[in-house]
């Protein structure tokens, strides 16, 4: 069975390159014909939506806004589904991806990292989940209407979500929105934990306790995740995995490290893969998706069994699809 990644950049990619859709894109580290050739069972697609974008990230002039950009991304997302239906196929719940499966494609999840165009309406919510996106990653990295973005700033790390980010997540679970804390404060995160009923992910986050980034879960943050019934996804950015962020080498033995630390704090139902695949960088042992296999390989070198790899390659992430997604 393939894996399931929880989150990657390539429509953003996509986008910026003016591409119409994402079959085959030159120098990304997705697209569409090479997910097929690595295997994977699912992919999020996240529509990246960053509020203060530099110039120098996009490539792009004028700098379109979170909505303009939201707009071309879906597009990019459609017509995907549509060029690309001999290999993907869509998927808003359990059922879709078990149907996708059967019929040999490979499911794709639209997904948003930063709530910022939910603009504190649940109106907005609501459109979001028809237009078939299925997690929303809280915040990205300024604050919002959800809330306020991890920070090395002790106050801003604690502050926790905003009334609506409250009402919202118990609206996105009403919905079948998965909530995403990656990129959240520790008190958003605190916050989440507090009012959702149902499972939450940190989509593409790893262990502070191995490498001290702010994006990172802390051992407690693990445990809390994990009774929650919640997945986190190992991140490939070599500043989340290392001890030492001016270390730019991602590796594949130091992702293991952080599989067995969420293993050793929270068990074998809480870790899943989150590669930020085209919103990464630094020197990238697994550059792109057909090396995903060394870490599978790595992963079995390091002692786990096959059941734990399977439940960490897709079943961990399959339980949470099925416990929240409608
Ligand atoms: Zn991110």
Partial sequence: ????????????????????????LDGTMVDVERLKRSGADAQFFAMFLPQNPRPEWLHMDPVPTPEEMMERMYEIFLQTLKECSDILAPAYCYEDLAKNRADGKISAFLTIENGYPVHGKPENLKKFHEMGIRLITLTWNDPNCFGRHHSSVKEEMEEGLTDFGKEAVSYMNELGILVDVSHLSDGGFYDVAKVSNKPFVASHSDC???????????????RILADAGGVAG????????????????????????????????????CVGIGTDFDGIGGELEISDCTKMDLL????????????VIERIWHGNVERVIRDVMR
């Avoid at 502070?208 to 693990?222: G, V």
């Fill in 208 to 222: 502070r306790a191995l490498s001290p980034s702010t994006r990172n879960l802390t051992d407690e943050m693990i």
């Fill in 296 to 307: 599978f390989d790595a992963l079995h070198k390091r002692g786990l069994s096959d059941d």
């Fill in 234 to 269: 190992i991140n490939f950015e070599p500043s989340f995995l290392n001890e030492d962020p001016s270390d730019r080498v991602s590796r594949v033995e130091r992702m293991c490290d952080h599989v067995l630390h969420f293993i050793d704090k929270g068990g074998v139902e």
């Fill in 1 to 24: 069975m393939g894996y399931i990644d929880m989150h990657c950049d390539t429509l953003m990619e996509a986008m910026t390159r003016g591409c119409r859709t994402a079959r085959k």
